[in-house]
């Protein structure tokens, strides 16, 4: 049953006496908990937030709403971790409910500054009429982990000309100065992101709106992030309102980037390439990045999207986080690889290995099974028209990963995965790649795989929802011969 608008602008503390305890039940029984990802303990996980190096921990908090599945008060939930594998559930990071984050503490990012962590997110308002009046906060966490709101916005109007769709800032700092882009909606309902500048954090100058090739992408660019890698600017958003075009844009919304010369600050031009999708799978929204202390930029995002159904709703719990992901430019191409630590879950298993060439077949090995691993198989020496990869599999259920030599196209179906997801998303995905080796890189959980292919070139990422009994792995070549080399860890 859906929540009433009350309902869902509730805090935790005005929950019905037991209502948090019957959620953890529910929850407790449900077969798709994950292993291994960042999911939420009751309710509703969205979008990464706060993701930061501070005083030893990498920090990464997450939207939470609590009491239910549904888009509601949202709360930071508060994680951190040493080595990006293994992540502590630290507990509410920012609670909403003052005057400037009314209606839930949005979506931001965070940055080190004397020797203090600062948030910089969203404080979401509605009025008497339920008119949204966004403003944009800072909270600051001191070294003991304690958080405190600054008591006034810091950012309090949406310039002339855009909506109150103003939201998501994310800062960063550039020789003494500090900088921020936030996603916008101009009063003609067409996205954009626009700058902002501060000396201080605490007061910040409008620049203007950045000038991009895409004058009219959409009806709102959600999440945006600016970087610079290997001398090039890159620019990541979640337009929202893409159409989809051949194989591109088929998920209700889209995160992509661009990547051109370094955003001209002073002018706000930014010269760049075409719009890619960052992830070619199915749950993959609202990524946000940081930089290491050793310089590597990484990225997480959500794993899901907004408006759409998914089978653990009815046990009290939705959505997840991907695996922390090292980010470079490789022709053109915004790349993507699982972090190095992430070898750290295999432990002391040295896993299995298998070589073996298939011919017009399909075949299973015994150590080839499993719920939660990881999984790298290189097929190489094909003639065949498709070769790839049954996984999560039973006599009824299969999740299959292949690629089309005859269309040079990657294809993953997830129309036999296990209980159905919403028919708004689909059920296939494909994109092009012309390659005559291939190098799937998977990570398999409980509800969920993300698969790398030749070295980060494409993303899949996909909720899967199979029974317990579905942990069979199928090798098969069609019309022709493959040879494979696989190894396997469990998690």
Known sequence: MKMTREQRYRRIDQAEPGEIGMLEALISTCPWRQDYHIQPITGLLNDPNGFSYYQGYYHLFYQWFPLGTEHGMKYWYHTRSTDLVHWEEVGIGIQPGDTYDSHGAYSGSAIEKDGQLHLLYTGNTRDEDWIRHPYQCLAIMDESGSITKVDRPVISEVPSGYTEHFRDPKVWKQGNTYYCVIG??????????????SSDLRNWTFLGEIHTGLPKFGYMWECPDYMELQSQGV???????????????????????LIGEPLDLQTRHFEHGPFQELDRGFDFYAPQTMQAPDGRRMLVGWMGLPDLEYPTDQSGWAHCLTIPRQLSLREGKLIQQPVSEMVKLRGDSEGTHMEFTLDNETRSFADFAGIAYELECEIRDFDAETVGIEFR?????????????????????????????????GNVRRCALNADVLKFHMFVDSSSVEIFVNDGEEVFTSRIFPSKESTEIRFFVQGGKAEFQASKWDY
């Open 235 to 257: 620019l990541i958003f979640s337009p929202q309102g893409i159409e989809s075009q051949g194989d591109w844009y088929h998920n209700i919304f889209q995160s992509g980037y």
């Open 184 to 197: 916008a909606q101009r009063v003609d309902e067409t996205g954009c992101m626009v700058l902002y500048r």
């Open 393 to 425: 599999a039973s006599a009824g259920e299969k999740t299959v990963l292949k690629y089309d030599r005859l269309t040079q196209k990657v294809i993953l179906d997830r129309s036999q995965s296990g209980a159905t997801l919403g028919e708004q998303n």
